[in-house]
């Protein structure tokens, strides 16, 4: 059995699409381009078909990630092709690896969000910024399934801050851009959180809502405050295992 794991976006007005809105579309996808999946067992035999912290409803995502189980082996660049073809626009596969490697979940560890809020002038946000990293703790409320929780937003914060305009949007118009860098704890911490911990320490309140979409999501190297790219891992062991069968191949050949 085939392993393949997969990286898929949420752009445009897709990104108000549900996890369960992107599997039904990503199910009917791997039916149009015949992949050859693994089925579970049971009386309601579903694809075999590993979802890894899938973003909110209403943010986009450059870095959502996926791995599907198959019964005969194909190339993942092909099959990526294939599958894109067959997504909505917006709704992208962008990346495929066979996997060779266990714990892609695991390598999941932050986030890199960025906010766009139009209407907050860029200075005022530079000002919230500042408190909110000179905060100790920072607690912020959430509804919950059990009623409204309290929790301190600013552990899982590891790196916050404001960026310059971008050249795609008017610069008579307030706009600030933040960057963020958010663990993934419990319990998780979101960019709403963080704009709420914003309001509480320095009162910034963007007069529509933030525009938000996550950059990457990998594993957090805490020496360089980075997030590193969790399918690397499966493309060097690829390299690893090609190399391993041109030597042998070569050391088979006759002198």
Same mark, same amino acid.
């Given at each position: 059995?085939? &392993?393949? &794991?997969?990286?898929?976006?949420?752009?445009?007005? %897709?990104?108000?699409?549900?996890?369960?809105?992107?599997?039904?579309?990503? =199910?009917?996808?791997?039916?149009?381009? $015949?992949?050859?999946?693994?089925?579970?067992?049971?009386?309601?035999?579903? *694809?075999?078909?590993?979802?890894?912290? @899938?973003?909110?409803?209403?943010?986009?995502?450059? @870095?959502?990630?996926? $791995?599907?189980? %198959?019964?005969?082996?194909?190339? *993942?660049?092909?099959?990526?092709?294939?599958?894109? $073809?067959?997504?909505?626009?917006?709704?992208?596969?962008?990346?495929?690896?066979?996997?060779?490697?266990?714990?892609? @979940?695991?390598?999941?560890?932050?986030?890199?969000?960025?906010?766009?809020?139009? +209407?907050?002038?860029? $200075?005022?946000?530079?000002?919230?910024?500042?408190?909110?990293?000179?905060? =100790?703790?920072? =607690?912020?409320?959430?509804?919950?399934?059990? +009623?409204?929780?309290?929790? !301190?937003?600013?552990?899982?914060?590891?790196?916050?801050?404001?960026?310059?305009?971008?050249? !795609?949007? *008017?610069? !008579?118009?307030?706009?600030?851009?933040?960057?963020l860098v958010v663990r993934h704890v419990t319990p998780a911490v979101r960019p709403d959180d963080v704009l709420s911990g914003l309001r509480a320490v320095a009162d910034l309140? *963007?007069?529509?809502?933030?525009?938000?979409?996550?950059?990457?999501?990998? %594993?957090?190297?805490? =020496?360089?405050?980075?997030?590193?790219?969790?399918?690397?891992?499966?493309?060097?062991?690829?390299?690893?295992?090609?190399?391993?069968?041109?030597?042998a191949a070569a050391a088979k050949a006759p002198a």
């Amino acid at each position: 059995m085939q &392993r393949i &794991r997969l990286r898929y976006t949420k752009r445009g007005r %897709l990104r108000f699409t549900s996890h369960r809105d992107f599997q039904r579309a990503f =199910e009917r996808a791997l039916r149009r381009a $015949e992949v050859p999946m693994a089925y579970s067992a049971g009386f309601t035999p579903h *694809p075999k078909v590993s979802y890894a912290n @899938a973003a909110p409803t209403g943010t986009g995502s450059e @870095a959502e990630y996926l $791995e599907i189980a %198959l019964t005969a082996e194909r190339d *993942p660049d092909k099959l990526r092709e294939l599958l894109d $073809e067959s997504m909505p626009v917006g709704l992208d596969i962008i990346d495929a690896v066979e996997a060779r490697t266990s714990g892609l @979940a695991d390598r999941l560890t932050a986030s890199v969000w960025e906010l766009r809020l139009d +209407g907050v002038a860029p $200075e005022d946000a530079d000002r919230a910024v500042a408190a909110f990293n000179a905060a =100790e703790s920072v =607690e912020v409320q959430r509804m919950a399934k059990n +009623g409204m929780r309290t929790f !301190d937003a600013r552990p899982a914060v590891a790196h916050l801050e404001t960026i310059g305009p971008q050249a !795609d949007r *008017p610069t !008579d118009q307030a706009c600030a851009i933040l960057r963020l860098v958010v663990r993934h704890v419990t319990p998780a911490v979101r960019p709403d959180d963080v704009l709420s911990g914003l309001r509480a320490v320095a009162d910034l309140a *963007p007069p529509v809502a933030a525009a938000v979409t996550r950059l990457a999501q990998g %594993l957090f190297d805490e =020496e360089t405050g980075t997030v590193t790219d969790p399918l690397a891992p499966d493309r060097e062991a690829a390299v690893t295992a090609n190399i391993t069968v041109a030597e042998a191949a070569a050391a088979k050949a006759p002198a």
